[in-house]
């Protein structure tokens, strides 16, 4: 199977170093195949015969901590769900700059999804949605004015990471 694991707070401000060619060393020491990065962030592809996400993530997890000062959550993912995520985009006006919407994917469906709450942060132009444990966040004005990029994770109450179209196509041509 073809998987991709989304790290989160590698990299980030000289925070968490790891460079991606140990990345790629410790997921080939895991057993993993055809390992391939993309850009510092912690996005890696690869393919295991192993069919449980959670432990793809955590066994990832548990190598980083073993040979770094640091636990980074990490976040695995069948490769097919970026090509649903894309297939299901409820903003299609914003494809044309994908730099301003972004996917949080999550492991599971929040409990309940406060649409007031949401709406009570949104700034002047930006577009939120739902679907198939993929929140949406179209963000014309950036991400860094976003009141609800900051707050989504806690006012759904569910592990997630984000990451923008352009990198979540770049992720899919690679896988």
């Known amino acids: 199977m073809i998987w991709i694991a989304l790290l989160r707070g590698i990299n980030v401000g000289g925070n968490n170093i790891l460079p991606m060619a140990q990345l790629r060393e410790i997921m080939a020491g895991l057993g993993h195949s055809n390992v391939r990065t993309y850009i510092q962030s912690g996005n890696c592809i690869f393919e295991s015969d192993e069919t449980d996400p959670e432990r793809l993530s955590e066994a990832l997890s548990d190598a980083i901590d073993a040979r770094f000062p640091f636990r980074p959550k990490v976040m ?100």
């Open 76 to 175: 695995t993912i069948i490769a097919d769900r970026l090509h649903q995520a894309m297939a299901n985009n409820p903003f299609p006006e914003a494809e044309n700059e994908p730099k301003f919407l972004y996917m949080f994917f999550m492991t599971k469906a929040p409990e309940v999804i406060d649409q007031e709450q949401l709406a009570s942060l949104r700034q002047d132009g930006e577009s939120f949605a739902y679907k198939d444990l993929v929140f949406y966040l179209h963000v014309p004005s950036g991400m860094w004015k976003s009141k609800i990029g900051a707050k989504v994770e806690k006012i759904l109450g569910v592990p997630m990471t984000a990451r923008n179209l352009n990198t979540v196509r770049k992720l899919a041509k690679m896988a």
